[in-house]
């Protein structure tokens, strides 16, 4: 059968179980665009191309699957390298697809061209440039068996325009060979041993939950770990809903403005089991004053990892379900979890656990999350309103942050029960995240009431894809904690600048959120008393046909506590001075 290029790559995606491609056409890309018309696959049209890309991560995010993105040569390639770069630090699995001048017309400056494989090499698994119509169905193929194993993360293909208009003689491959890319997936039994004798022997363990988990489908097998054990768990701002909130050995959310109770569990600790973790600076603080005390066992699909940051005493290269899964095998053959030694094997008498986890009660009863509940505004308390919004959505209400105070409130404040009900930038902090993600995750679970808080820096940014949500009837939430400034950094140069604010303010008016978001054809809402609050929330919920964006006026003076400063160990965290009970 023969098909042209253009046809070959859609029945390609096709064949990979696409659903719905969020871009955005142009010349490079055209010939890609007219056989979509006859495709099952659903298209987004977006209204720029870093949208598209942080809605193909917002689906990626909530479904597990790689979300896809195809945009045109030159500045619609260059528009999604953001995005790109966002899921590289985040190991989301992405597909992207950039038109590309003729291959005759390439390195000579044609109209729209760039050197998109190069700009994009960087922040990539990998990516392709297809000079050969031929290749297309093996190029997808590889593009997505990159994108889905190992580490998951972006690839990118770049398809000229010659190529898209050649014919193929369509085939689709029966396999993928990769010889330079064979990714682990099982954990060598040696140390997985290893590392059960160091968690028998531990008094005061903590493990430290990251986005990993998630990636690798582990939630369960992590619970049932931490049941078999009886080890508190810290889940970091990647792995939030990875272990519930609810549960009594979830310690919340550890780092830079985690928890007291978290950061300090951390430190005190003698063992930490990372597992899909990568001790990012904000977690650690200063390195050399990071967890003094503690041995490290390191699980990580990525080799890389292991050793880049912190050596581990055991490192275990290893997708992390099955890590997990070997190691609550490996810690019943000794007698910890449940069961008797294995015959053979000798037993081990555990160090009671109970002193540590009365210590860690005891910091989460002297040192709670805190702010002034007494005065919920005007201007409205932000926390206040992440509390109202969290008791009055659905239990799996799927929530999505940009970046910045709104963020860590957000984390801190809301109780995540599921996983896969947290979308947010964690390594990149790409502001204008939220509200297309959360449109991609609307896309990719369709049936969840899906809420973004946002920031009004951060919404001023890609706002525009609530014209994408509208025509596309995505009825996404978007609240906005509308402070007037650039919350996080006057929060700095409160605290670190001698409060000189350098270009830090917004203006709550300016522009008017309500009217902006009715003339995106949304419901516009504005709240300014606190017993606006939950009627407003409950008339968004009731909205099913069309986004609604509530500019909620908050308090430019609240600050996000705890604190780790930068720089500094993680022992000087900063709680609350007003209304924290003591800290350092």
């Known amino acids: 059968m023969k098909?042209?290029?253009?046809?070959?790559?859609?029945?390609?995606?096709?064949?990979?179980?696409?659903?719905?491609?969020?871009?955005?056409?142009?010349?490079?890309?055209?010939?890609?665009?007219?056989?979509?018309?006859?495709?099952?696959?659903?298209?987004?049209?977006?209204?720029?191309?870093?949208?598209?890309?942080?809605?193909?991560?917002?689906?990626?995010?909530?479904?597990?699957?790689?979300?896809?993105?195809?945009?045109?040569?030159?500045?619609?390639?260059?528009?999604?390298?953001t995005p790109l770069a966002d899921a590289y630090m985040d190991s989301v699995p992405l597909v992207v697809i950039t038109g590309q001048v003729a291959t005759a017309a390439i390195g000579t400056d044609a109209f729209q061209e760039c050197d998109t494989t190069g700009v994009t090499m960087g922040v990539t698994k990998h990516n392709w440039l297809i000079t050969d119509a031929q290749d297309i169905p093996r190029?997808?193929?590889?593009?997505?068996?990159?994108?889905?194993?190992?580490?998951?993360?972006?690839?990118?293909?770049?398809?000229?325009?010659?190529?898209?208009?050649?014919?193929?003689?369509?085939?689709?491959?029966?396999?993928?060979?990769?010889?330079?890319?064979?990714?682990?997936?099982?954990?060598?039994?040696?140390?997985?041993?290893?590392?059960?004798?160091?968690?028998?022997?531990?008094?005061?363990?903590?493990?430290?939950?990251?986005?990993?988990?998630?990636?690798?489908?582990?939630?369960?097998?992590?619970?049932?770990?931490?049941?078999?054990?009886?080890?508190?768990?810290?889940?970091?701002?990647?792995?939030?809903?990875?272990f519930p909130d609810d549960h009594p050995l979830?310690?919340?959310?550890?780092?830079?403005?985690?928890?007291?109770?978290?950061?300090?569990?951390?430190?005190?600790?003698?063992?930490?089991?990372?597992?899909?973790?990568?001790?990012?600076?904000?977690?650690?603080?200063?390195?050399?004053?990071?967890?003094?005390?503690?041995?490290?066992?390191?699980?990580?699909?990525?080799?890389?990892?292991?050793?880049?940051?912190?050596?581990?005493?055991?490192?275990?290269?290893?997708?992390?379900?099955?890590?997990?899964?070997?190691?609550?095998?490996?810690?019943?053959?000794?007698?910890?979890?449940?069961?008797?030694?294995?015959?053979?094997?000798p037993g081990h008498s555990r160090p009671d656990l109970?002193?540590?986890?009365?210590?860690?009660?005891?910091w989460q009863e002297q040192f709670p999350l805190s702010y002034d509940r007494a005065a919920p505004g005007p201007p409205l308390k932000p926390q206040y309103v992440v509390e109202a919004l969290r008791d009055n959505t659905p239990d799996d209400t799927v929530l999505v942050a940009g970046v910045g105070q709104h963020q860590m409130w957000a984390s801190q404040y809301w109780r995540f029960r599921h996983p896969y009900t947290w979308v947010n930038s964690g390594g990149l902090g790409t502001m204008g995240f939220a509200v297309p993600a959360a449109i991609g995750?609307?896309?990719?679970?369709?049936?969840?009431?899906?809420w973004a808080i946002d920031g009004d820096g951060c919404f001023q940014m890609t706002a525009q894809e609530l014209v994408t949500a509208s025509a596309e009837r995505i009825p996404v939430k978007i609240a906005i904690l509308n402070n007037a400034y650039l919350g996080m950094v006057r929060q700095w140069q409160e605290m670190?600048?001698?409060?000189?604010?350098?270009?830090?303010?917004?203006?709550?008016?300016?522009?008017?959120?309500?009217?902006?978001?009715?003339?995106?054809?949304?419901?516009?809402?504005?709240?300014?008393?606190?017993?606006?609050?939950?009627?407003?929330?409950e008339k968004a919920n009731d909205v099913d046909d069309r986004p609604v964006v509530i500019d909620f006026r908050t308090d430019a003076a609240e600050k996000v506590y705890p604190m780790v400063p930068a720089g500094a160990s993680n022992d000087e965290i900063v709680v609350d001075p007003l209304h924290g009970q003591g800290g350092r």
């Open 250 to 345: 979830c310690l919340g959310m550890p780092g830079m403005h985690g928890n007291y109770t978290a950061v300090t569990a951390m430190q005190k600790s003698d063992l930490l089991i990372a597992l899909g973790s990568r001790f990012d600076d904000r977690i650690t603080g200063k390195l050399a004053a990071f967890a003094p005390g503690a041995k490290v066992i390191h699980v990580d699909i990525d080799p890389a990892e292991l050793g880049k940051v912190r050596k581990p005493d055991v490192g275990i290269a290893a997708d992390c379900r099955l890590a997990i899964e070997a190691l609550i095998d490996a810690l019943a053959a000794i007698g910890v979890g449940g069961g008797a030694p294995a015959a053979g094997t």
């Open 354 to 362: 109970a002193p540590w986890t009365a210590q860690i009660r005891a």
């Open 139 to 242: 190029t997808v193929a590889e593009a997505f068996h990159v994108a889905t194993t190992g580490r998951p993360g972006p690839v990118l293909i770049d398809v000229p325009k010659d190529v898209s208009n050649d014919l193929v003689d369509w085939y689709w491959p029966d396999s993928v060979e990769l010889p330079g890319y064979q990714p682990l997936t099982g954990a060598d039994p040696a140390l997985v041993r290893e590392a059960a004798e160091l968690i028998a022997r531990s008094a005061r363990p903590v493990v430290y939950a990251g986005g990993g988990i998630l990636k690798a489908r582990a939630s369960d097998a992590l619970g049932e770990l931490v049941q078999r054990t009886g080890i508190p768990v810290v889940t970091t701002l990647m792995a939030r809903g990875a």
């Open 3 to 81: 098909l042209t290029g253009a046809q070959a790559l859609i029945k390609s995606l096709e064949q990979k179980g696409v659903e719905v491609i969020f871009g955005l056409p142009g010349g490079a890309i055209l010939p890609v665009y007219d056989p979509i018309l006859d495709s099952s696959i659903r298209h987004v049209l977006v209204r720029h191309e870093q949208g598209a890309g942080h809605m193909a991560e917002g689906y990626a995010h909530v479904t597990g699957r790689p979300g896809v993105a195809m945009v045109t040569s030159g500045p619609g390639a260059t528009n999604i390298v």
């Open 496 to 537: 670190f600048y001698d409060e000189r604010y350098s270009e830090v303010y917004l203006s709550p008016d300016l522009p008017d959120y309500v009217g902006w978001a009715e003339a995106m054809g949304c419901v516009g809402l504005r709240v300014t008393e606190p017993e606006e609050v939950v009627p407003a929330i």
């Open 441 to 450: 995750a609307k896309v990719g679970r369709p049936g969840a009431t899906v």
